[in-house]
Nanobody, 125 residues
């Protein structure tokens, strides 16, 4: 069983940066695909970024390309989401997720079997 705990969300001004962290417990974290999703008020949860278990492949939503960077440190059982040039529309609860089955549908939340509780990111204009 893997437990995921996100941190790093806070209120930031537009144009600013934040780094979210997701700490994982469990010995098999390094073998999971890890992803970040977000859910804005009144909207469905959406894919943001994902990284393969070895870290060799990364995937981004169009809204995140060029501004967000996903990374992982398997030695620390942690995955990160560096967010730059933040916009008010980035305001959402951000969730870390783990996929133990290594699905190729990395954008689909239904493929992830472990989820964190979320961390709030608020971007003011």
């Amino acid at each position: 069983q893997v437990q995921l705990v996100e941190s790093g969300g806070e209120l930031v001004q537009a144009g600013g940066s934040l780094r979210l962290s997701c700490a994982a417990s469990g010995p098999t974290f390094s073998s999971y695909t890890m992803g970040w999703f977000r859910q804005a008020p009144g909207k469905e949860r959406e894919f943001v970024a994902a990284m393969s278990w070895r870290g060799g492949s990364t995937y981004y939503a169009d809204s995140a390309k060029g501004r967000f960077t996903i990374s992982r440190d398997n030695a620390k059982n942690t995955v990160y989401l560096q967010m730059n040039s933040l916009k008010p529309e980035d305001t959402a609860v951000y969730y870390c997720a783990g996929d133990s089955f290594l699905s190729s549908r990395w954008w689909s939340e239904s493929e992830y079997d472990y989820w964190g509780q979320g961390t709030q990111v608020t971007v003011s204009s």
